[in-house]
């Protein structure tokens, strides 16, 4: 596509005009901000001054903002300043719950605010925090993160990082120009499993990589019972209106970071997109709720399943799929293909040329079942094992805290954090960039470099002991 002019374009394809002017916005947007400013920083490596003390506020603590806000407190070094959310009860709440978790020294001076929408305007000017934990509806990602920046902070966003590829270059612009981070809060590469396979990738145990599948298969139709407050009730008029994968980066983040997508070796060149039907939650809502309730008013456009295939600048492939509607088992696929094996998931398997000693004679078996204890002993992730027992109690599974005790770790030493902003957009622009898609029945979309090409020279990410 980034060869074909716009005349060439419409002579090769049947789409419609509309089709035609998303697919020339897009191209438009991928070269756009092709300019770092002499006072901005490139942000790849950047490490920001130590913080021996991190102060931290928390906007959102509905679902995913409790439980970062309890895991922060319980960490030595850190200090609650303050919590912002709509709702006056989640506000005190988690305030009262973070002094009880300081023992009333720690975190005792906790300030509150709820009620109006900009109320977290008000807190960042008040309490000036070091960092702001977003987690928040998908639409206030960008504001608040932009706004926490500018205000002097390091942000760090629940996923996806932004909705639009706008939004992202405005992040990206705003961190280079204030130095400060901003982290898109990816827990799945901490999972022990995810981990293992990063380190098996980096030892070359399965030789040079072709191909990975990413997935978030997740049934989550019962949110729509959520219809004045919690996700559901925002969430499914993006369900309804929006048709892409709205959701790629649980599956996403852990195989390009395999691949060391956006570091040294490789990135996300374009994208091609298509949706099944829409017809899951059309058929729930009728069998759920009444004629005249909201959700029956809604006109459904988002397919049940979205299947995009990534092509990188090497020219490997990745497959990614969303699907929160269908009745399946939950999955994240998380599969990397190669020259010399193969490591899967859900359930967890490997497959390796010449078999491995104790568990397989060939990869024409799968290493798997009681077996998988061989690998775990010998690959088994050095981070993981330096923070298992420590964090193994917090959200699912433990890679929530593995996540969060990694920020404020980064932090207090003035290391790189492990996951840049550049690759919170890359892995979040899928969204925007399949809705086009598929509005364009399946016309290529290249990728915005956020990096503007330092992704060069970047380094990859290490194996962190």
Known sequence: M???NRRN????TTLSAAGITAGALIAQNAEAHSARTAAATYMGDFAAPKLPTVKAAFIGVGARGPGHMRFFADLEGTEVVAISDLYEDNATKWAAKAKEIGKGQRHKNVKVYFGAEDKWKQM??????????IATNWGNHAPMAIEAMKQGAHAFVEVPIALTTQEMWEIVDTSEATQKHCMMMENVNYDRDELMYLNMCRQGVIGELL??????IHELRFQMEEQERGTGSWRT??????????????GLGPVAQYMNIGR?????KSLVSFSTPSLGRKLYAEKNYGSDHKWNKLNYKG????????????????MVQWDETSPRPYSRLNLVQGTKGTLAGFPTRVALEGGFEGATESHHQWIEGEKLQLLYDKYDHPLYKRLNQKTKDSGHGGMDGMMMYRIVECLQNGQPLDQNVYEGCLWSAVSPLSERSVATDGAPQPFPDFTRGNWKSTKPLSIIS
């Open 2 to 4: 980034t060869n074909i």
């Open 9 to 12: 374009f419409i002579k090769k």
């Open 124 to 133: 960042l000017k008040d309490v000036k925090p070091d960092v702001v934990f």
């Open 211 to 216: 191909h990975a599948e990413a997935a978030y």
């Open 237 to 250: 008029p993006h369900y309804a209106n929006r048709n892409g994968n709205l959701y790629p980066t649980h």
């Open 264 to 268: 040294t070796d490789d990135t996300f």
């Open 303 to 318: 397919g049940d399943l979205n299947t995009s295939i990534i092509k990188t600048n090497m020219g490997r492939t990745v």
